[in-house]
């Protein structure tokens, strides 16, 4: 994990996050940190829903394109993902993915835990690509 850094961060403002998660025990690694599998399931959902609404209907994912873990996330951090459309193809959607952990509600401290770019796919009713609709 290298460019690892503890300075707290800001949530994005004026921003609601595409997901937020809380781990539970069961989703913990032998070393007691949350399973990074877990982490990136979460990111293809949360990029998921804005490749969702920005195709207006199915999609799927083809790539992952780049995926930067930065801290580790532990059993009590609230984590908050924040994805943002930055492509649009003619059938693909590309997705950058944010992820927050605020940790200790008492004095609550927010670091960038990942980071991550997703290909999404549009697909009509049949499972076939499709053309995504143009932005409103």
Known sequence: MSDVSTTAVKLPKNRQPALRVMPMPG??????DVFG???MSMVDIAG???????ARGRCATVAVNAFTFKQPV????LVSFYADVVSVGRTSITVDVQVFAERNPESLFVVKVTEAKLTYVALDDHGNK???PPAE
């Open 48 to 54: 998921g829903i804005a490749a969702h609404y920005r």
């Open 74 to 77: 532990s059993v009590g951090d």
């Open 27 to 32: 989703d913990l690694n032998p070393a007691g």
């Open 130 to 132: 499709r053309p995504v």
């Open 37 to 39: 599998g877990w982490i």
